[in-house]
T-cell receptor, first 112, second 117 residues
């Protein structure tokens, strides 16, 4: 069964701290992996997309890595800010049609 | 450039009723996928439409059906509603790449919150 797991389920850090969110997936035969942000009661905002042939992607203070052999991806957030508080979801595309299998997310709280 | 839009924003129904949710994809996108997100869970894939046909389907019963129109907009229909159908329903659009597999980013709408009483 193809599954995506995210650890930790919740994380609370003080402003300015660097942090890492973890995502693991079964079955290394993924086409791509995508990280999303979700604010309470809202839709999903795409943060980074890593193709299966890539090792990492960067956007501003965000860096995502992909290690297919170990079935892991990490999202690194540098110099966290209160505005980063949200739930972060990772999703793997096991299908060539880019349909996504999601983890349950990590709820991040950055306190001033 | 308008992103993915969904209507209505919120909906309250009773058990046994039927509901229709609507989605307009991002400009230039031709593929629409629907997801169900229960409270505290990650979204689960329902089905995907391309060229007005259902291309892939997740593990959802036949009570869930859909449609895609020539302008690429889409509807999700749920019949015989159950309490367990209460969730946030998300629509995602993408642009079909020229080759396979598809590698485009999925763009999500704000969702429709369905409450079944």
């Amino acid at each position: 069964k193809q599954e995506v797991t995210q650890i930790p389920a919740a994380l609370s850090v003080p402003e300015g701290e660097n942090l890492v969110l973890n995502c693991s997936f079964t079955d290394s035969a993924i086409y791509n992996l995508q990280w999303f942000r979700q604010d309470p009661g809202k839709g999903l905002t795409s943060l980074l997309l890593i193709q299966s042939s890539q090792r990492e992607q960067t956007s501003g203070r965000l860096n995502a890595s992909l290690d297919k052999s170990s079935g892991r991806s990490t999202l690194y957030i540098a110099a966290s800010q209160p505005g980063d508080s949200a739930t972060y979801l990772c999703a793997a595309a096991y299908s060539g049609y880019s349909t996504l299998t999601f983890g349950k997310g990590t709820m991040l709280l950055v306190s001033p | 450039d308008a992103g993915v839009t969904q209507s209505p924003t919120h909906l309250i129904k009773t058990r046994g009723q039927q509901v229709t949710l609507r989605c307009s994809p991002k400009s230039g996108h031709d593929t629409v996928s629907w997801y169900q997100q229960a409270l505290g869970q990650g979204p689960q894939f329902i089905f995907q439409y391309y060229e007005e046909e259902e291309r892939q389907r997740g593990n959802f019963p036949d009570r869930f059906s859909g449609h895609q129109f020539p302008n690429y907009s889409s509807e999700l229909n749920v019949n015989a509603l159950l309490l367990g159908d209460s969730a946030l329903y998300l629509c995602a659009s993408s642009r079909r790449t020229s080759g396979f597999p598809a590698t485009d980013t999925q763009y999500f709408g704000p969702g429709t919150r369905l409450t079944v009483l």
